[in-house]
């Protein structure tokens, strides 16, 4: 996993990198502390156990529900949704 800080205003194709230079990059820990965001890490080969994994932190947090996206690039019209 990389976390950067992002250049303040990005311009051009959004699916590029848009990380200041050089970058700048931070800690899962500097992550949580500035934003609250958490990182976990799950085995995606593993359905099973990753399902278990998810369920087990929702159940920690008291979440009720979740949302799932899939893109790839059979998405109709991906580009136009990037």
Request: aromatic share 4%.
């Given at each position: 996993?990389?976390?950067w800080h992002m250049e303040p205003y990005p311009c051009g194709?959004?699916?590029?990198?848009?990380?200041v230079f050089p970058p700048k990059k931070?800690?899962?820990d500097q992550l949580l502390n500035l934003?609250?965001?958490?990182?976990f890490k799950v085995d995606l080969d593993d359905t099973v156990?990753?399902?278990?994994?998810l369920s087990r932190v929702k159940n920690e947090r008291k979440v009720?529900?979740?949302d799932m996206l899939t893109i790839n690039d059979s998405?109709?019209?991906?580009?136009?949704k990037v």
């Open positions: 996993m990389q976390i194709d959004r699916r590029l990198p848009h990380h931070i800690t899962a934003t609250g965001v958490q990182y156990a990753m399902k278990k994994r009720n529900s979740s998405t109709p019209e991906i580009n136009e």
